[in-house]
């Protein structure tokens, strides 16, 4: 679409990648917002739009500006169901496309964005926010009566609706892509078993530290974050009625 209006160019070829990194860090706003306030969230995305990592990679023309976009807007809509969904209210109806409760249509668009990440980056963008929502229902309690309404029927179905046509064009347009993407490129990734191998394993050492390289300069502060994070859940425990330690610690650590 870029290239077709504004031409075949660099202007052109960068600008969904320009685009998708802007609803990234409007996306990480969105989401540190509604934890923290209006100043946490402008705090969050400058950091995100600061950062070596991101600078260096959202230079490059590929599809991970799109999946970081998408999950994170994914993740955007859960927040805002847990502040004004209302799933314990829920109306039993035969037709499984209306509405159950108030706020359900934030599951509806998880569901969208989860597509649209799916669409840029194969299973990574379904995988990656259905990853997160369970494991938070798993260690947080109180937030699964508003993860549990996720299941959704016509959710499944807008992805289905959404994906099953482009992969049947690609499958036509190109015989043997189903099993390429799949098969060798995903979960070869994972297995690293791809042909051909064009990339090396790291070791959990290579991986954090070059992590601690891309989020430069925030590193620097990150031994202040840690013993800010110790203050917050030393004062939570003082503070019967403050957020729960862990919480407070999480919060001030990202």
Known sequence: VSTSIFGDNEFALRLP?????????????????????????????????????????????????????????????????????????AIQSANPFRARFVGDHWYLLFWLFLAVGSLSKGLHGALWPLGMALVTAAFVPTWRPWLKPILSLRGILLVLALGIPWYADMAIRLPGFLTAHFINEQLGAALNTRYPSDAQQLSLVQFYGQHFLFWMPWTLILPGSIYSVVRAVRFSRRRPHAFAPQTMGILKLL
Do not use: K
């Not at 969230?41 to 260096?56: D, E, F, K, T």
């Open 17 to 89: 990648n320009a685009l998708a990194t802007a609803g990234w860090i409007i996306a990480t706003y969105l989401i540190a917002r509604r934890f923290g306030g209006e100043r946490f969230g402008v705090a969050s995305a400058v950091v995100l739009a600061s950062m070596l990592g991101v600078w260096v990679f959202t230079h490059l023309i590929q599809p991970e500006p799109f999946l970081a976009c998408a999950v994170s807007l994914s993740l955007w809509c859960l927040v805002e169901a847990r502040l004004f969904a209302t799933p314990d209210a």
